[in-house]
């Protein structure tokens, strides 16, 4: 009892030393505090859900046994998502009314303990969810008869889905495509460029040739199809391919206009990768599920949006260049996204996000159009008569 006493002690001072000046003092004040268990390093949790309804046991914890009950009075608070946002830079969404219940508004540390009953928060409905929105409800102690440490007043659960989607493949030299849109971006200095990116698999090691994935940009010269003439091949501003140069295989490259890098990480085969490049105009960083992976300095540079493409559209290229894979969750920011935002939105953001111009889930399933579900409406189509392979297995899943 006593080892647990100092372990729960020595917790405590380490919270208060990184939660600032403030908790400091009110340690010094007040000696022993109460905090929501589980909040100690981050008070920002996943809440998994598999099917509804779906509870999450939520206690609070002592820094110490306490000598008499302590009773502590908790409530969910969706305002205090707002809050959040604002301070970590993410975009997360409260949990609808309705969604959830509380089992409890009231719970308590018996003496001589020092972890209180649990209050359970339960999602039993999910019927206003919207897809792509990250949901989190905040737990808080409104009140208590005992110190409260306030970094840890409050834990916040991350709702956590698992989404199954469909994707195409691209791995056919008729999928190889210039795609030019209808409502054109003439001036790019700032962007977010994201992808998710499958592979069945990659040339050989050692084996000569270029693996092209994707890209972005073009003018007002762009022309669209497959097998199209090399002059009129511009939107290719921003491209990723694998195998470049002296590259491995695997390993992912990045060329621009301002400039060009080769990520660190090398993929792997029969698994999704988040892949995100952004450009906050003196910096490109390239980012692999939410972490950086590369950067480089740029000098300014006003890219395009006039069109995309999938593969490579040049003529007598679309086999010699085939990427073997799939394609999933393409975007286009005006803005460069933290990544924090980019960690959250990884598998699915809200079409409605500040700076958003252009989302393609590429999820539909079925026919040759990819549908912008942004404003925007920039849907991109194939019109050379091809039938789209559309995948539909486990691997086509992301938790969030």
């Known amino acids: ?4 006493n100092r372990i729960l002690r020595a ?34 949790v996943s809440f998994a859900i598999d099917a509804l309804p779906s509870a999450y046991s939520v206690t609070v914890t002592s820094t110490t046994q306490v000598s008499s009950p302590v009773t502590a009075q908790v409530a969910v608070d969706p305002s205090l998502v ?3 946002n604002a301070k970590m830079g993410t975009n997360y ?13 009231e719970v308590t540390i018996p003496e001589g303990q020092a972890v209180s009953s649990s209050a359970e928060v339960m999602i039993v409905d999910d019927s206003e969810f919207v897809t792509g929105r990250v949901y989190v409800i905040p737990v808080t102690i409104k009140n208590a008869n005992f110190p409260v440490i306030e970094a840890s007043r409050t834990i916040y659960l991350k709702v956590s889905r698992t989404i199954h989607f469909k994707a195409p493949y691209v791995g056919d030299a008729d999928m190889a495509y210039q795609f030019l849109l209808p409502d054109p971006i003439p001036s790019l200095p700032v962007y977010t460029w994201e992808v998710k990116i499958y592979a069945d698999r990659f040339r050989e090691l050692g ?21 199209i003439d090399d002059g009129g091949f511009k939107c290719d501003q921003n491209l990723l391919r694998f195998g470049e140069g002296t590259d491995d295989p695997n390993q992912l490259h990045v060329t621009t206009k301002q400039g060009k890098m080769s990520s660190n990480t090398r993929f792997a085969t029969n698994r999704w990768y988040a892949v995100a490049l952004v450009n906050d105009g003196s910096t490109l960083t390239l980012y692999i599920d939410g972490e950086k992976d590369n950067s480089i300095t740029v000098a300014p540079y006003e890219y395009a949006l ?11 290229y679309q086999s010699s260049q085939l990427f073997y894979g ?23 953001v809200d079409p409605s996000t500040e700076g ?7 999820n539909e399933g079925e026919g040759t159009t990819f549908y912008d579900l942004s404003p925007n409406k920039r849907d991109i189509a194939y019109t050379n008569g091809i039938t789209i392979q559309w995948t539909d297995d486990d691997y086509n899943k992301c938790v969030e």
Do not use: H
């Not at 919270?15 to 390093?41: F, I, K």
């Not at 006039?306 to 007598?316: L, N, R, T």
């Not at 958003?356 to 590429?362: A, D, F, G, N, Q």
């Open 93 to 105: 969404y409260p949990i609808p009314d309705g969604a959830y219940t509380l089992s409890t508004d």
């Open 1 to 4: 009892m006593k080892k647990t």
């Open 306 to 316: 006039y069109g995309v493409q999938i593969g490579m559209p040049s003529a007598g």
């Open 11 to 44: 917790a405590a001072v380490l919270l208060l030393l990184t939660a600032g000046l403030g908790s400091c003092q009110e340690a010094d004040e007040y000696g022993d505090a109460v905090l929501m268990t589980g909040t100690s390093s981050d008070p920002m």
């Open 356 to 362: 958003l111009v252009s989302y393609w889930r590429m």
């Open 207 to 227: 084996a000569s040739g270029t693996t092209r994935v994707c890209s972005f940009g073009g003018n007002e010269t762009s022309v669209e199809g497959g097998a």
């Open 82 to 84: 707002e809050a959040y």
């Open 326 to 348: 799939r394609l999933n969750e393409m975007r286009l920011w005006t803005r460069a996204l933290s990544a924090r935002e980019i960690k959250a939105s990884i598998c699915g």
